[in-house]
Nanobody
């Protein structure tokens, strides 16, 4: 059974940091593009960051300079380091995998999704 499992969410004060991890099991995703998305209550799921199979990262403008996506293909793990967190970063964060080298900005282009981890930033 193919699974993506996120961890590392929690409650943090504004200005703080959290580190999210996504571990894949059931098959390797070393040749897959990966992405982190988030969804706040009442809002659409939005892109946070993506990384190609080769390790090239891109970020949404809202998190650029504050978040860092990385991957360890040998361990089938993708991480999201979140610094200088703001209350508007509060959301459920999802890891996703796409069976292509390059990621996509569209949620429907991803083949696998994790169950999500909650991030809450208090002011």
């Amino acid at each position: 059974q193919v699974q993506l499992v996120e961890s590392g969410g929690g409650l943090v004060q504004a200005g703080g940091s959290l580190s999210l991890s996504c571990v894949a099991s059931g098959r390797t995703f070393s040749q897959s593009a990966m992405g982190w998305f988030r969804q706040a209550p009442g809002k659409q799921r939005e892109l946070v960051a993506t990384i190609t199979a080769g390790g090239t990262a891109k970020y949404a403008d809202s998190v650029k300079g504050r978040f860092t996506i990385s991957r360890d293909s040998a361990k089938d793990t993708v991480n999201l380091q979140m610094d200088s967190l703001k209350p508007e970063d509060t959301a459920t964060y999802y890891c996703a995998a796409r069976d292509r080298y390059y990621p996509s900005t569209n949620t429907e282009d991803y083949d696998y999704w994790g169950q999500g981890t909650q991030v809450t930033v208090s002011s």
